[in-house]
């Protein structure tokens, strides 16, 4: 067995583990504990090891490992604390929070993201509490008018009954699948409408996350719709459907593409990254001198081709690698290389007659800077 597996393995079996000890503790030995729900902890526990060992998995590759590392780094690093706990705020709140970033690309993808993911955190943080054992509402003997909640088996607060609060709470998973089924439609009409994501789609990564969200979510107010209004007509079906689709979400949650979920937090140190290496030294263009990225990153680059098997080392050259060369001369080059390609093949000399110094940088037909898709990378990127 490889490394990196076992110890990917490790690290899945001991974050199950302690997941299961706070179940038993929060659920007081599983006094708290439905038994009716063990199915969903049983498959959330898969989802767990799972999780926890693709993720290992991913941060050991070389590319990943290499931000994973430079980003504590560079958050903790003397002189940028105080600016990284401040930016982490910011990037916290406009990254994840309200998405700013997919808003930015189109206002309706930003909306439908931010409705699919409202309504899943709503949910989770309802139902996992609740099926582990970790939160329960009991009656107060002497009042049963109120309702005493309990955390991890410690009684916290009371609230009316018939209080908006317990309105609120206790129909919490009834918005929250309104709010998930109006972004599945939403992103349901995107891929059936727009060209550009309908040419890229596939069933697996792009139409089943959306359809079990789609299942959950309606089996759920299904049963809603039975125990209120209905008296628990065909209630035992839909709670067994409600079960079914629930489980295999979290089954297949470790294998799908909600995986980026949880891959994207490790983002924040990529930005990190970025941010501490354009305050400090740049790293310059061997062909035109001008600083195209930071020393940090170019550096760091090297080492990964090389443990990924590439080489690009340029013996016998002053630049002596091809990653000291900036984008707009790596274009120019190639240009330059099909240009005596072209002519060689027509019977003439790679050598232009009479010789002329060739440009640094290739001419832009656009000359406006930051229009490319990348904004401001793009207009860092760019010099004349």
């Not at 309706?108 to 939160?135: D, E, K, S, Y």
């Amino acid at each position: 067995m490889k490394r990196e597996v076992t110890i990917s393995a490790a690290w899945g079996l001991l974050t199950t583990l302690v997941l299961g000890v706070l179940i038993l503790i929060g659920s007081r030995n599983l006094a708290h504990f439905d038994a009716a729900l063990a199915a969903y902890t049983a498959s959330v526990l898969f989802a767990t090891f799972g999780l926890t060992y693709r993720y290992v998995m991913w941060l050991q590759r070389p590319p990943t490992a290499v931000y994973w590392k430079r980003g504590w780094q560079t958050f903790v690093k003397r002189g940028h604390r105080a600016r990284n706990l401040r930016a982490w705020v910011s990037h916290l709140v406009n990254d994840f929070l309200i998405n700013r970033f997919i808003l930015a690309r189109d206002k309706m993808r930003g909306i439908t993201h931010l409705l699919i993911m409202w309504g899943c955190i709503i949910a989770i943080a309802i139902t996992f509490p609740l099926v582990f054992g970790w939160l329960h509402f009991e009656s107060i003997p002497d009042d049963l008018s109120l309702y005493q909640a309990y955390v991890f088996g410690f009684p916290t607060f009371t609230f009316p009954v018939d209080s908006i609060f317990a309105f609120f709470a206790f129909h919490g998973l009834v918005w929250s699948s309104f709010i998930v089924i109006a972004g599945v439609m939403l992103a349901m009409r995107r891929r059936m409408r727009e060209e550009g994501a309908a040419a890229l789609q596939r069933f697996t990564e792009d139409f089943l996350p959306l359809i079990l969200l789609f299942a959950v979510s309606l089996s759920g107010l299904m049963l809603t719709a039975s125990y209120t209004w209905m008296r628990g007509y065909a209630f035992e079906f839909i709670a067994i459907f409600h079960a079914v689709t629930v489980i295999v979400t979290f089954l297949w949650l470790p294998f799908g593409k909600f995986f980026h979920i949880f891959q994207r937090p490790a983002q924040l140190g990529v930005r990190f990254y970025k941010e501490v290496g354009q305050r400090e030294e740049a790293a310059l263009c061997r062909r035109c001198g001008q600083p195209f990225s930071s020393l940090l990153h170019i550096t760091d680059l090297i080492q990964v081709e090389q443990k990924l098997g590439y080489s690009y080392e340029i013996p016998g050259s002053d630049v002596t690698h091809y990653q000291w060369i900036c984008p707009p001369c790596r274009r120019a080059t190639l240009a330059q290389a099909q240009g005596q390609l072209w002519q060689a093949a027509r019977g003439g000399t790679a050598v232009i007659s009479p010789p002329i110094a060739p440009p640094a940088t290739p001419t832009y037909v656009n000359p406006g800077l930051g229009e490319g898709p990348l904004g401001e990378e793009d207009a860092r990127n760019f010099h004349a």
